[in-house]
């Protein structure tokens, strides 16, 4: 079979005097049956052409599934009076959400179960869940089509009836106030999805008696409602890439005017929480890294603030949590992340220990201010994802639950490690991997699998995936590029990975594939890349700069068009980037965006294998974007390797629903890096 040949028509774009020939564009229109048709036969031609793995397909997908635990449950936390917890029943796709009062030996109350409402539909998911104060009233937060534009309703506890009542059109965000009545909730544009509202309903009143509270003017600028750990506090939280403004209300008094916490200020970002008398406050105010401040409610302002936890050169403060004796940091240094304890007493702090060379931590969830217990999570590339309580005195850890991974696994047969990869202008990168040791040898012939992202300050961390084992098992590499654009080694490593220095990501990338190259752990002949959303933008460019280092990559709906997507504002995500990527009315972000766009430098020369995965109704990168970037690429490349395209043509940007029918998406991909690699059975 043929592959599609998208038809080419003329589109001129001008800017700053300079004209660009966009022969897809007219893509753009999702209305369009055209398009729909051409979606289509790319999906058909890739059907096609992996006809023949469609047995080992299915086969992998059994695999995968077959390591999860299908009647699970999540480890249950203690919050107003209930024991509060989600599990999955053998066969469903999606969480029943539970609660018992008092005592986990009292009977279950399912207060949602989301497989009777998925029934029918191809796409559903729960955005988001809040109860009421009494404990009476849920509401819940839903999408049918995958776009993140979510619908709630409300459910009574005490009858078990869903009412009719529906608040259409919002983010999914949501609050109560202490009454029971009052909820607070956020909206988005309709046409650029910026979430820029937030509005007020009390039950029993009709949908037009709903008050905008807040609106969001500036572009740049999303805002979400959210309450304080006391639950006294009910705050809206303004923020752009680079400056944040909080407002705040008491919760048992809904009726009243917000009142500004600190005003914004270009380059000022914070947050805060609130305990007894003090707002305690995240923020990079003549810190980089981030310190932490407290605030005196009655007088929030900047020039109230007081240190508590100081500016540190070489520690990047990411999070806290406050208990009535303690103040609980999350901290990364030298790539890794920390946690640490601090008595409020004055008394020494101290950090809870962690025994492997690359892994990730994190506080949990921990609702109750009168405890000394401390709910953390655990995991690393060999180590299933954990929940442990930590007793904040005796300093006594209590595994909870271990992630249980069906089928047997051992993670003795495995091994992590952690190495540095020199980049062009001499700074050093981690590198994260693990491999299963009877199937390695530094030889230089073992298949590979690089992953990153690199972008919003987002860090990639060592994480532990069953399904990864089936890549492990058939003597893969696994890596993770720790690049710069994350915040994997501080603030500075996201500042010098964004805007006018965006390309250190890239290059960054490329270094580290070249290092595991120079270090026998494979070969460009084995080498594989990965990205998904920006880190799609990073497989493009990346191939466009080196094609010769890759056999084969993978970019999951990737941002390729980057200068039509950032002059166009009517497009989601937009104008709240131009401080993550530049604004290219501004003719300096202009040229050097269009300098590494992926689909503005398309040439003509050999390219890798690659398959591009996509979804009709993804929210944060638009469909055309991939499907405009592989029309481009076969009127263009050189080579005769594979170039397949699959639009989820029922999803959105996080692919398809419920916890098993996603395990077919990645069963594709990794079926693509087994044929390359010739590992799959009399293909």
């Keep these: 079979m043929k592959a599609p040949i998208a038809a080419k ?77 989600s599990r999955y029943e053998k066969g469903s796709e999606y969480p029943i959400y539970c609660r018992k009062k008092e005592s986990l030996n009292n009977p279950e109350e399912i207060i949602l179960d989301v497989n009777e409402l998925a029934e029918g539909k191809s796409f559903f998911q729960v955005g988001g869940i809040a109860v009421s104060s009494d404990q009476n009233i849920l ?29 259409p059109k919002t983010t999914g965000n949501m609050t109560w106030a202490t009454d029971s009545y009052v909820i607070f909730y956020s909206k988005q544009d309709a046409e650029t999805l910026r979430s820029n509202q937030i509005y007020r309903y009390q039950l029993g009143d009709s949908l037009d008696q709903t008050t905008l509270v807040f609106e969001e003017k500036d572009e740049e600028f999303t805002c979400h409602v959210h309450k304080s750990k006391s639950q006294e506090i009910i705050f809206i939280h303004s923020e752009s890439t680079i400056s944040s403004e909080m407002r705040f209300i008491d919760a048992k008094i809904p009726f009243s005017e917000f009142k500004v916490l600190q005003e914004r200020v270009p380059y000022l970002e914070y947050a805060a929480d609130h305990y007894q008398d003090h707002f305690w406050i995240r923020t990079n105010n003549d810190a980089q890294n981030f310190k932490v401040v407290k605030a005196p409610v009655a007088a929030p302002q900047l020039e109230n603030w007081e240190d508590f936890i100081p500016h540190r050169e070489n520690v990047l403060f990411e999070d806290f949590d406050i208990f009535q004796d303690f103040f609980v940091s999350q901290e990364r240094s030298n790539g890794l992340t920390q946690i640490r304890i601090q008595p409020w007493d004055g008394s020494q702090a101290h950090e809870l220990e962690f025994d492997e060379e690359t892994y990730t931590a994190w506080i949990g969830n921990n609702p109750e201010f009168d405890s000394v217990i401390l709910r953390f999570g655990y995991n690393s590339l060999v180590s299933p994802s954990s929940t442990y309580d930590y007793h904040m005195v005796t300093k006594e850890k209590t595994l909870l639950k271990q992630q249980e991974v069906l089928g047997g696994y051992n993670q003795d047969e495995y091994q992590s490690a952690r190495v540095w990869a020199k980049a062009s202008d001499g700074v050093m990168v981690p590198i994260s991997l693990v ?41 893969f590499v696994y890596a993770i590029a720790h690049i710069r654009g994350g915040e994997d080694l501080g603030r500075h490593w996201y500042e010098d990975g964004k805007l006018l220095k965006k390309k250190n990501t890239f290059t960054d990338f490329i270094a580290c594939a070249e290092h ?102 993804d929210s944060q990168v638009q469909y055309w974007e991939p499907t405009k970037w592989v029309a481009k690429l076969r009127d263009s490349k050189t080579d005769t390797n594979l170039l397949l395209l699959h639009t989820n043509m029922e999803a959105g940007h996080g692919g398809a629903s419920g916890r098993f029918n996603a395990l077919k998406e990645l069963a594709l991909e990794y079926t693509f890096l087994f044929k390359l690699e010739n590992l799959i059975p009399e293909e």
């Design 139 to 167: 509401a819940f937060a839903f999408d049918e089509v995958g776009r993140r534009i979510y619908s709630i309703k409300f459910k009574n506890l005490e009858t078990g009836e869903i009412l009719d009542f529906e608040i």
């Design 516 to 617: 595991l190259v120079e270090e026998k752990y494979t070969s460009p002949e084995h080498i594989y890349a990965m990205g998904g959303s920006a880190g799609g933008l990073l497989m493009g460019a990346v191939m466009n700069m080196r094609p010769d280092l890759f056999k084969g990559m993978i970019a999951a709906v990737p941002f390729v068009d980057v200068v039509t997507t950032m002059l166009d504002e009517s497009i989601p995500l937009t104008t709240g980037e131009f401080k993550e990527w530049g604004n290219p009315k501004d003719q300096e972000y202009y040229d050097y965006m269009l300098s590494y766009s992926p689909y503005d430098n398309v040439e003509a020369k050999n390219y890798p294998n690659l398959l591009v995965t996509s979804g009709l109704h």
């Design 435 to 475: 491999y299963k040791k009877d199937l390695f040898e530094p030889n230089g012939e073992n298949p590979l699998l690089l992953y990153a992202y690199g972008s919003y300050g987002y860090s990639m961390d060592a994480y532990f995936s069953s399904t990864r084992l089936s890549l492990l098992d058939r003597g």
């Design 9 to 85: 028509k003329d589109h001129i774009i001008e800017t700053h005097g300079h004209s660009r020939q966009d022969p897809y564009y007219w893509m753009n229109d999702r209305e369009n049956p055209e398009v729909i048709n051409y979606l289509n036969e790319e999906n058909t031609y890739t059907k096609e052409v992996m006809k023949k793995t469609e047995t080992f397909q299915e086969d992998l997908f059994q695999e995968m599934k077959g390591r999860i635990k299908e009647d699970d449950q999540s480890v249950p936390y203690f919050k107003s009076g209930y024991f509060w917890y």
